[in-house]
C-alpha cells in the first residue's frame, strides 16, 4: 500500500468523515500542493445535504454525486513555483479549452470542467482541499503576496465570484447596490461594489452576526429582516439612500429573498442570483418593466481569480473579521456543523487546518 493521508470524506447525504485514504497521484501538468487551510462553503454544506450545486446551477440542472467525494475547494497551502516552495492559493477550477464556451472566453460555463472538491459533472472525481495533499494544476497556482494569510486565501475563491458578478451586474460608479444574504460572499461583494466606485452597499439578513461584521467593515446601511418588515426596509431604503437600487444581489437562493430583490430594484437596474434561481419564483410584467434585468452567474472568469487576489493584497476587501471558527482537520464532522447551524453558533467563515 502506498502512502496515506488525513481527507474528509464525504459518502452520501449527511454521510461525512474524516478517514485515511491514498495520497493523489498527480495527473500530467499537475503537482501536489500541502494543504495549510481551506474554507467550508456554502456548496459543500448543500453536497453534504445531498445537492449537486455546481450541475444544477452551472448545467440547470440535477445530477447525482458519485461516492467518496473529498470536499474542499477554498484552498492555501504550499506549492513549488519557479522552483521553490511558497505559500500559494490555488484557484479551483479548469475548463476543457476546446468547446464553444472555452473558445468564447466563457471558461466558468464549460460543461466538462474540473473542480476540485466538487467530484460530479465531469470524468474522474477531482480530489478536493480538505485532506493534507491536493493535486492541482500547476498553471491554477498564485503565489500570496506578504500582505495576505493562508487563512485570508481562502477566500479568494468566494471573492472571485463576488468580482464575476459585479462585472455581469454593471455596477457603475456612485450606484447604490443591496446584497441579500450577509455570508462571506454578501460581505465581499458589498466590498467589492464600493471598491468599484458604488455609493452605497447595504446589507440585509436575518440574523444579526453578520450584520455586526458588515457595520464592522463599514459597510451600510444594514438590515435584519427578522426585526423589519419589508415594507420598512423598501421605504426606509428609499429615503436613506435617495436614489434608485442599480444592482442587487442574492446569495441565498431564496424564494422570498429573490421576491424582496425585484421589489428593490430600480429601472435598468440587474437582480443577481447567485445560488440559482429560486423554485416558484414568479415574475409579473412590472418586475422587468423600465429594463429591470434579471440573471445568473456561475464561478468565475480566470481573471477574476487575480483581480480578487489584488483587492485581497491591496486591503480594499477585508475578510479576517469574517474568520469565526478555525478547526483542526480531524474535528472536520464538528466544523461543518458549526458553519451548517449558523445562527445558533454565530459562524460565518469556518477554517479546516489540515
Not at 501538468?29 to 452551472?58: F, M
Not at 442599480?246 to 431564496?254: I, K, P, Q, S
Not at 445560488?275 to 422587468?288: I, K, M, Q, W, Y
Not at 487576489?309 to 464538528?334: D, K, N, Y
Amino acid at each position: 500500500m502506498g502512502p496515506t493521508m488525513r481527507a474528509v470524506v464525504l459518502h452520501g447525504p449527511g454521510r461525512l468523515q474524516v478517514e485515511s485514504v491514498p495520497v493523489p497521484t498527480p495527473a500530467p501538468g499537475q503537482e501536489l500542493v500541502r494543504v495549510a487551510a481551506c474554507g467550508i462553503c456554502g456548496s459543500d454544506l448543500r453536497y453534504l445535504a445531498g445537492e449537486n450545486p455546481w450541475a444544477k446551477h452551472t448545467l440547470g440542472y440535477d445530477k447525482p454525486n458519485p461516492p467518496g467525494m473529498i470536499l474542499g475547494h477554498e484552498v492555501a497551502g504550499y506549492g513549488e513555483v519557479g522552483g521553490e516552495t511558497v505559500p500559494v492559493v490555488c484557484l479551483a477550477f479548469r475548463g476543457c479549452g476546446s468547446c464553444p464556451d472555452c473558445w468564447r472566453g466563457d471558461e466558468q460555463l464549460c460543461a466538462h470542467t474540473a473542480h476540485l472538491g466538487h467530484g460530479a459533472g465531469w470524468e474522474g472525481q477531482n480530489p478536493g482541499g480538505m485532506a493534507e495533499w491536493v493535486p492541482v494544476w500547476k498553471t491554477n497556482l498564485y503565489p500570496l503576496p506578504p500582505e495576505v494569510t493562508l487563512d485570508q486565501a481562502t477566500f479568494v475563491d468566494g471573492l472571485g465570484v463576488a468580482v464575476h458578478a459585479l462585472r455581469r451586474a454593471r455596477v457603475c460608479p456612485g450606484g447604490t447596490v443591496v446584497v441579500l444574504g450577509g455570508g462571506p460572499i454578501g460581505l465581499m461583494l458589498a466590498q467589492t461594489a464600493r471598491a468599484l466606485g458604488a455609493g452605497r452597499a447595504s446589507v440585509v439578513d436575518v440574523y444579526e452576526t453578520p450584520l455586526l461584521c458588515a457595520r464592522e467593515l463599514g459597510l451600510g446601511p444594514t438590515y435584519n429582516l427578522s426585526q423589519v418588515t419589508e415594507s420598512e426596509l423598501l421605504t426606509d431604503l428609499m429615503e436613506r439612500l435617495r436614489s434608485d437600487v442599480r444592482a442587487v444581489f442574492d446569495t441565498t437562493g431564496d424564494p422570498s429573498a429573490q421576491a424582496l430583490g425585484l421589489r428593490l430594484l430600480g429601472a435598468g437596474g440587474t437582480l443577481m442570483l447567485l445560488a440559482g434561481v429560486a423554485e416558484g419564483l414568479r415574475l409579473t410584467t412590472r418586475d422587468l418593466a423600465g429594463e429591470r434585468t434579471v440573471t445568473t452567474c456561475s464561478n468565475n472568469h480566470y481573471a477574476d481569480f487575480g483581480t480578487a487576489l489584488q483587492l485581497l493584497a491591496s486591503g480594499q476587501v477585508v475578510v479576517e473579521p469574517m474568520i469565526t471558527h478555525r478547526f483542526p482537520l480531524e474535528r472536520a464532522v464538528e466544523a461543518f456543523e458549526v458553519a451548517r447551524d449558523k445562527v445558533q453558533t454565530g459562524a460565518l467563515k469556518v477554517i479546516l487546518h489540515p
